[in-house]
């Protein structure tokens, strides 16, 4: 259990990422000039080159994180950093009857955000999607003394110090909570779903179309969800590997999906029932096989996959 008050672990001298928000081992002195994750194909450099910061600077500059509660959902509530930094992502925690848990990370932790946390009642685990939101997850770690869950595929981005990765395909966080990680891989072999109740929490495993939130959504031929190996530089996954992660999730009932970023917020609206959508998990194997066909492919075992 973690305890009721909380210590703020900052890290405010280790280089930050300017670009993704991972932060590493070392200070300004350390000569540091490359970022790993960005220098992935997923990700990327930007123009101006890689360029690093600290928490402490960020802090310095005035960054804040604001924390807002979903209108249809009172147990859940989304943290996002203003001015937006790196990758712009939002945290979710999740309040079950067993104790709070957080849905990926954002990379400024302060005392502001450790106050709000124990308010809502604290942190008993921490379960981050892929790479690209370990952000400062050792501080965050440390601060509230409980544990961290990622794909065991992705262990090998991890920075700072190392946690026992998820290996089993669906795998119960926190006994009781009716909280399950989903190992879906795709955008990274060990990138995860989290599902509750009956919201499915995405990031970019699954990622968010703009036109998933028009108020008549799924209409024939209009696509909700998309799924890439690389998002900002637009590397769809392969076929078989869109079969592969509906074909895991499809088990799982939802009515709402959250992706990663505000506004992401998708849920079966009052008409989908009489226009037979299926909800979000209807749109989301209809987005699959969209997708699917728009690569070209005419015959692939996606398309005789139901709800």
Request: include cysteine.
């Amino acid at each position: 259990m973690c305890p009721r008050k909380p210590v703020l672990q900052s890290s405010d001298d280790l280089l930050i990422c300017n670009e993704c928000g991972t932060q590493y081992a070392v200070r300004e002195d350390s000569g540091q000039d490359e970022c790993k994750v960005c220098n992935d194909p997923r990700q990327y450099v930007p123009a101006t080159g890689q360029v690093f910061t600290t928490l402490g600077k960020l802090k310095d500059a005035g960054h804040k994180n604001v924390w807002w509660q979903d209108e249809h959902n009172s147990k859940v509530w989304s943290v996002k950093t203003y001015p937006s930094f790196a990758i712009g992502e939002r945290a979710e925690l999740i309040q079950t009857d067993k104790g709070n848990i957080l849905w990926d990370l954002i990379p400024l932790i302060d005392q502001e955000t450790v106050d709000k946390i124990v308010e809502l009642g604290g942190l008993e685990a921490i379960v981050i999607s892929h790479p690209h939101y370990y952000s400062t997850w050792a501080d965050w770690s440390r601060t509230f003394n409980c544990p961290v869950y990622v794909g065991a595929p992705d262990k090998i981005w991890l920075e700072r110090v190392d946690v026992p990765g998820l290996h089993d395909i669906y795998t119960p966080i926190l006994e009781g909570s009716g909280v399950t990680a989903i190992l879906a891989g795709g955008h990274f072999p060990g990138s995860l779903l989290l599902h509750w109740n009956d919201i499915l929490f995405i990031a970019d495993t699954i990622f968010t179309s703009p036109s998933a939130t028009n108020p008549v959504p799924g209409k024939e031929g209009v696509i909700s969800f998309t799924l890439w190996y690389s998002i900002p530089n637009r590397i769809p996954l392969h076929p078989d590997e869109i079969l592969r992660i509906w074909q895991i999730v499809k088990p799982y009932d939802f009515h709402f999906a959250f992706g990663a970023f505000r506004g992401q917020d998708v849920r079966t609206m009052p008409n989908e029932q009489e226009r037979g959508t299926g909800g979000p998990k209807g749109r989301l194997l209809e987005s699959c096989k969209i997708y699917v066909r728009a690569m070209g492919w005419r015959e692939h075992g996606l398309f005789g996959e139901t709800i």
